[in-house]
């Protein structure tokens, strides 16, 4: 019984470093039914990223989202002003086969800098810390951190759309670019707006992941799957949704790493297929296009 | 003035002189085993096989609309079911080849059930997903060598070396050359007028009785069946399979920017590719991970300013065609001034 429970809150956990990966990949769709191949390879690049600083000017890994969040957002704004925003129109081809090139490019580029070995942000106690909440069961310290700024980034977005005048120039955008220009809003400039955002989430993730496992530049193949599968298990453009599907894939995963661990990954690809099959719109389906 | 008669033509000089090099080049490939060296055969058994993987991933992309950046599902499932087929069940490793076909086409059917749920770009992440399930599965299976692999050498070791290498050198040019034949065969025919229609307009193809749903299937199942097969011959080279070779993401990143140089969408497209990186790689593979960076930078550049790739632009440029699927209406009153551009319509 303790073990059942004990895996559950794992996966729920787990859930929350999901949702974090896949808000980015998210927002990207949402607002310019962009999906992004590069999308993991992005997020090792912001665990690189923070690395590298480290390595140059030793401190803690969460001082340097000071750093990495302002560079992947310029970067993310640019990529869309330069190259993203000539992929876009009716042909799903071009930012796909894009994107997946500059996914191989990534991985390449950064085995050639920092090689293929393993490396891991240390953050000394943080994330070796863990709660102990009577009868054997403990949860992590960190994971429970990584569930709450996956929460508060959700709401923090929320909040931005539904309050904000950028989130307005950014919803008008999604639902017709063409209509906003005449209400002067340039829409190439909301889309590099939009990518800046999500790569800033994308920066958060990154620095997330290497202080929660060991990563190395072929990672980020497996962290789009993941993201992606949470976006698809929640339902299409529903943020608090990926949160859940985050979850489910998570609680899946740890559930197969209890029986073998070689099956723990397995089993959450299997469990997005079998949604896939049972329920193709998502857990929470938003109902507007 | 007279009236003119129009004519309805398909076959170009070109055609016809690349119809014939075409034979000619089959003719004199299928006696190199006789006189070439060993490298040469088997560079042009790898020649083949990418060949024949990027005609397979063009027909689904270029043709059906299915950008699926996991082939290499197909890829692993082709190998597995030669070690399956030929050292388990002691069937001859180059009779398994063609049979590994079948494996793929069982395991694509339902997986395209399940996937094209999935629209557009979500489709081509799902089929990244349905390759690493195989994968997975197949590392974790201890029977078949579980992560480790599997050595096939026990196999053909029976085969006498000469004929070992021959058989596979023709196993190879047949699927390089089949793959070709089977795409202009299948695109000249009802099925494959039906499919550029759904490739130009679902909408408007569904509106006159194509069954969009059904072709995309027989696409998808057609490029699976294909893939598996060259997978089979790929690993009965290589006479060793594991999960992380037969399911490796370098297969798709290969052939997708062999066929986006190249030219997707066209039959031309993959051999030009194939060719190019062929010429590539025998500058660039000391350079190791720069190598992997300028193909992928080269595809990008393509996908952005050449989305036609080289032959194209060159089709466009020169109005050549090596496989003649256009119907051209041309005037043929002989007073007429016959075969400038400007009397000729193109029609895909």
């Not at chain 2, 992928?296 to 790739?309: E, H, S, T």
């Amino acid at each position: 019984m303790i073990n059942i429970l004990d895996t559950i809150m794992q996966g729920l956990l787990l859930g929350g470093l999901y949702a974090l990966f896949a808000t980015g990949l998210s927002l990207a769709f949402g607002i310019m039914r962009f999906v992004n191949i590069a999308h993991g390879d992005f997020i090792v690049l912001g665990a690189f990223a923070s690395l590298a600083l480290i390595q140059w000017l030793p401190m803690h890994p969460l001082l340097t989202l000071l750093i990495v969040l302002p560079a992947l957002a310029v970067m993310g704004y640019w990529a869309q002003r330069l190259v993203y925003n000539r992929t876009l129109g009716r042909d799903i081809m071009p930012p796909l086969l894009v994107t997946f090139g500059l996914s191989v490019m990534l991985q390449n580029g950064l085995l050639e800098m920092f090689s293929g070995d393993s490396r891991r942000l240390d953050a000394g106690d943080l994330t070796t810390a863990s709660i102990d909440l009577g009868g054997g069961l403990a949860i992590g310290v960190f994971p429970l951190i990584t569930l709450v700024i996956a929460i508060a980034l959700l709401a923090g977005l929320q909040y931005l759309f539904s309050r904000t005048a950028i989130g307005r120039a950014l919803r008008a955008t999604s639902d017709d670019p063409e209509i906003v220009q005449l209400m002067a809003v340039d829409s190439r400039k909301v889309y590099g707006v939009a990518m800046a955002i999500a790569s800033a989430t994308v920066g958060l993730a990154g620095v997330i992941l290497g202080m929660t496992k060991a990563f190395d530049p072929l990672l980020g193949p497996p962290q789009l799957l993941f993201a992606f599968e949470a976006v698809i298990i929640g339902g299409l453009g529903s943020l608090w949704g990926t949160l859940a599907g985050g979850m489910v894939l998570g609680v899946a995963q740890a559930v197969g790493f209890r029986f073998d661990p070689g099956w723990g990954i397995l089993f959450g690809h299997l469990a997005f297929m079998a949604i896939l099959l049972v329920k193709p719109q998502g857990l929470f389906p938003k109902t507007r296009d | 003035m007279t009236t003119a008669a129009f004519v309805v033509e398909r076959s170009t000089p070109a055609a016809r002189a690349g119809l014939n090099t075409g034979l000619a080049l089959i003719i004199a490939g299928a006696s190199l085993p006789l006189w070439a060296g060993n490298d040469t055969m088997i560079t042009l058994v790898e020649f083949f096989y990418f060949l024949a993987l990027a005609q397979m991933w063009n027909l689904l992309a270029g043709y059906g609309g299915l950008i699926s950046i996991g082939q290499q599902a197909f890829v692993g499932l082709g190998a597995y079911s030669l070690v399956v087929m030929a050292v388990f069940g002691g069937v001859n490793p180059f009779i398994a080849v063609p049979l590994a076909g079948i494996v793929a086409g069982v395991v694509a059917w339902p997986s395209a059930r399940i996937l094209f749920r999935l629209q557009g770009p979500y489709f081509a992440i799902g089929s990244w997903v349905l390759a690493e399930i195989l994968r997975l599965v197949f590392s974790n299976y201890s029977a078949l060598g579980g992560g480790s692999g599997i050595s096939i050498t026990e196999s053909v070791s029976a085969i006498d070396e000469w004929w070992r290498d021959a058989l596979s050198y023709w196993l190879a040019l047949a699927v390089g050359a089949g793959s070709m034949t089977a795409v202009y065969l299948l695109l000249r025919s009802k099925q494959g007028l039906a499919l550029t229609a759904v490739r130009d307009s679902e909408t408007a193809s569904e509106s006159i009785g194509v069954s969009v749903g059904r072709i995309k299937l027989q696409v998808y199942l057609a490029s699976a069946i294909g893939t598996g097969i060259i997978g089979a011959l790929i690993f009965l080279t290589k006479l060793r399979v594991s999960p992380e070779a037969a399911f490796s993401m370098e297969w798709s990143a290969l052939i997708i920017f062999i066929v986006i140089i190249g030219g997707v969408g066209t039959i031309e497209g993959p051999l030009v590719g194939t060719i190019l990186y062929f010429v590539l790689r025998n500058f660039l593979a000391d350079y190791g991970s720069w190598y992997m960076i300028l193909l992928g930078a080269i595809a990008v550049i393509a996908m952005l300013f050449m989305r036609k790739g080289i032959w194209g632009w060159f089709a466009q440029r020169f109005d050549v065609q090596l496989f003649p699927l256009q119907r051209r209406l041309t005037i043929a009153d002989d007073k007429a001034p016959s075969g400038q551009p400007s009397d000729t319509q193109k029609h895909d």
